[in-house]
């Protein structure tokens, strides 16, 4: 009985000193606050914009946008009437066709970097180091600056362009190459690719399980990539070779027809990949030499060679080191491409909050758009490396 | 805890501030409690707002907003002048940031209504026209199908440019740039074949090339640009004092009111001319400046005949002809209503 009662009095504590729901209270006071700032802070510019009688409302996002684009890819322009919304998706494109491509430029380029800085061969580590610490120390901006300028630039002009075959050409307008059209059963090409792909996935997969279990290797990867290079080609041949090219032809101002890749892509791609490939290259070293010699040695010992034990032995073990930091390198240079502005390349900052904000005039929607879909790609990019992250993590047991 | 508190209302403030067009107090009285006009400009266009050698800003937009410090304080260098981009200067004039813009910017029906704004006086009557090396032998705007053209993004010019090759079915590549300075240099470097901007524009940039004479300007204007100060809606009394003062420059120079004679005139009998300086009437007062504010505009800035030549007219570089920007009297556009 007295327990009892010395427990009951002890549960029975008044809520008022209890640490717990005071904590709680506390907690959702903030929230409320927090919430009542941010309504505030809304309504306030509502009502602002309503009395200045600003338009305001995502009206603008169907009304013609009368501008064009230099850079698509989708259909975009002033005489086919496309909207605000489209430069928005046109821009947003650009921005991850620059992102994509700069981020596996990077990538390629860092490890390369990377490894080259533990070389054992004097000028190519020091030649790297210098790589990396002039490039990591200097301003981005800058760099843009001098590919755009003073690298694409001095080119020739379009009359006077550096062919090659007569098929490509270099001027100061971009590179120009023959614009290929497929025809009516290019098609099967697709798919007998597609075919390749699923077969050497497939194969790759037994071949593991087999040496898992027996202990017989299989090179699945050798034969994988020679079906990937076989099988397109007899369903390409045994269609027919239904491919065409319009070339591209000389005319007053610039060369017409083919396909252009625009000076502006080139010095971002270019600025981004080897700005953002300096980081990288930093971050593998690291991851490298965090795994132990002791691990190599003993791989050595196991009779594994060079390149097996780089493969299987320090590269896996490196990773995890390598790429928590790779993430912010991929997300910095994502985000850094919104410098095009400075270069004129339509990017997603430069098409709608440069022409679109100035010609719709409405600043808070286009800017809060514009952070949301940032958030999106990194959140997305984070989310992408977290899983391979956990898949590349020590599995503990 | 502390940190988040902070951050939500800092976070929310920002948002607050961002827009605060429409408060309680007038533009004039702020102004006159500051004791500067805060007016935004350009990056530098010759003639019409640049810094000089000791970089003093000059320029027939500048000399608009000294005229409406010169009117409010008697000081016409009682001016603030922020540099805009064609981009931002919107939003700096709907956030509040300055209290005028006259930066260039052609008066259109969208910008009046959806985006706020209130035109004020045309300063500068305009048109778009192009610039190529005279090397490519063109006459004629319509000879540019297939050309690269570089513009200004955030412009009239940007969509007239559009309007233009639509209308004649031609071919073009533009390539668009945030600021003047950059479009420039990616024309003069060979990255377009064409540059574009209001005729003025084209007179005034040629100015900076390193060889101006291997460019031409061709002869299609191929739109209306009425150059206008523009400020926010909702305070019509600010909006009525910038009107007025370009009306005062006008009517000064129609009624032969110059810098130089500006004190003599006020002893004339002429009821216009004594109605304009204030000698008669309190026109000054309607607009909440003092009554001799027309005496305080012209003797410090000028008469808008004086303006006009002295930063883009025969006193200057840019050698402007008059053209539409001449009085009405003598067959231009400039016309202003009459202080009665």
């Known amino acids: ?397 | 805890m502390n940190i988040f508190l902070k951050a939500a209302a800092f976070g929310a403030a920002a948002l607050g501030l961002s827009v605060t067009a429409a408060s309680a107090q007038g533009v004039l009285q702020k102004t006159k409690d500051r004791g500067q006009v805060v007016c935004g400009t350009g990056l530098g266009i010759a003639g019409f707002g640049m810094p000089d050698e000791k970089g003093v800003w000059k320029g027939i937009d500048i000399d608009y907003c000294r005229a409406i410090a010169a009117a409010i304080f008697n000081d016409p260098m009682k001016v603030k002048t922020v540099s805009l981009t064609a981009k931002d200067r919107f939003t700096a004039l709907q956030s509040g940031e300055i209290d005028v813009l006259v930066r260039t910017t052609t008066w259109t029906m969208s910008r009046d209504t959806s985006l706020g704004l209130n035109f004020a006086g045309i300063n500068y009557y305009d048109g778009q026209g192009f610039m190529v090396r005279k090397s490519m032998n063109i006459k004629s705007a319509l000879e540019l199908n297939g050309a690269s053209v570089c513009t200004q993004q955030g412009t009239t010019t940007e969509l007239n440019l559009a309007d233009y090759f639509r209308a004649n079915k031609m071919k073009y590549e533009v390539v668009a740039f945030v600021t003047n300075d950059e479009t420039i240099k990616a024309y003069e470097a060979g990255r377009c074949d064409v540059f574009t901007t209001d005729a003025s524009g084209l007179f005034a940039e040629r100015l900076k090339f390193q060889k101006p004479d291997d460019h031409m300007i061709l002869p299609e204007i191929i739109s209306k640009e009425p150059l206008a100060a523009s400020v926010r809606h909702g305070d019509d009394q600010w909006f009525d004092l910038v009107k007025w003062v370009h009306f005062a420059m006008l009517n000064a120079e129609e009624l032969g009111v110059t810098q130089a004679n500006v004190d003599q005139m006020l002893k004339s009998d002429n009821p216009e001319i004594k109605r304009l300086l204030g000698t008669e009437g309190k026109f000054g007062e309607m607009i909440g400046v003092p009554n001799d504010w027309v005496v305080r505009i012209v003797k410090h800035v000028g008469n808008y005949g004086e303006v006009f030549e002295r930063n883009v007219g025969m006193g200057s570089p840019l050698k402007i002809e008059r053209g539409k920007n001449n009085l009405w009297t003598k067959g231009g556009l400039q016309y202003a209503p009459p202080i009665r």
């Open chain 1, 1 to 397: 009985m007295t327990t009892n009662l010395a427990n009951e009095g002890a549960t029975r504590v008044s809520p008022l000193y209890d640490p717990k729901v005071r904590g709680i209270a506390y907690q959702v006071l903030l929230g409320l606050f927090i919430l009542f700032l941010i309504y505030e802070a809304t309504t306030n510019a509502i009502e602002n914009l309503k009395a200045a009688k600003i338009a305001s409302g995502f009206g603008f996002w169907t009304v013609e946008a009368g501008f064009d684009i230099n850079q698509k890819l989708i259909e975009f322009s002033s005489t086919g009437g496309s909207t605000y919304g489209q430069a928005f998706w046109v821009g947003l494109l650009n921005t991850l066709l620059v992102a994509a491509i700069g981020i596996v430029f990077a990538t390629v380029f860092g490890f390369i970097v990377g490894i080259a800085r533990l070389s054992h061969n004097w000028i190519i580590a020091k030649l790297s180091m210098v790589y990396v610490e002039v490039i990591r120390n200097t301003p981005l901006l800058l760099q843009l600056l001098f590919w755009y300028n003073a690298v694409l630039k001095p080119l020739p002009d379009p009359r006077n362009s550096v062919s090659l075959f007569g098929m490509f050409f270099l001027n100061n307008r971009g590179v120009v190459m023959p614009n290929p059209i497929p025809g009516p059963h290019f098609n099967w090409t697709w798919y007998a690719t597609m075919l390749a792909i699923v077969l050497w996935i497939a194969l790759s997969y037994i071949a593991r399980k087999r040496q898992a279990e027996t202990g017989k290797r299989f090179p699945a990867n050798i034969i994988g990539f020679a079906l990937f290079i076989i099988l397109p080609l007899i369903a390409f041949l045994a269609a027919g070779s239904p491919l065409g090219f319009e070339y591209p032809k000389q005319s007053r101002f610039n060369l017409t027809g083919g396909m252009q890749i625009y000076p502006e892509f080139v010095a971002l791609l270019l600025g981004l990949s080897f700005y953002t490939a300096a980081f990288i290259a930093e971050n593998v070293r690291a991851g490298i030499l965090a795994v132990s010699k002791g691990q190599s040695e003993a791989a050595h010992a196991l009779g594994l060679s060079n390149g097996q034990t780089l493969r299987l032995i320090v590269v896996p073990q490196a990773m995890r080191v390598i790429i928590p930091p790779l993430t912010s390198q991929y997300l910095n240079l994502t985000k850094n491409s919104s410098l095009a502005v400075a270069i004129g390349y339509p990017d997603l900052v430069q098409v709608f909050t440069g022409t679109v904000l100035n010609q719709t005039g409405q600043a808070v929607e286009v800017i809060a758009i514009t952070m949301l879909v940032y958030l999106s790609i990194s959140l997305t990019t984070s989310l992408l490396m977290n899983i391979y992250n956990r898949r590349m993590a020590l599995v503990e047991r």
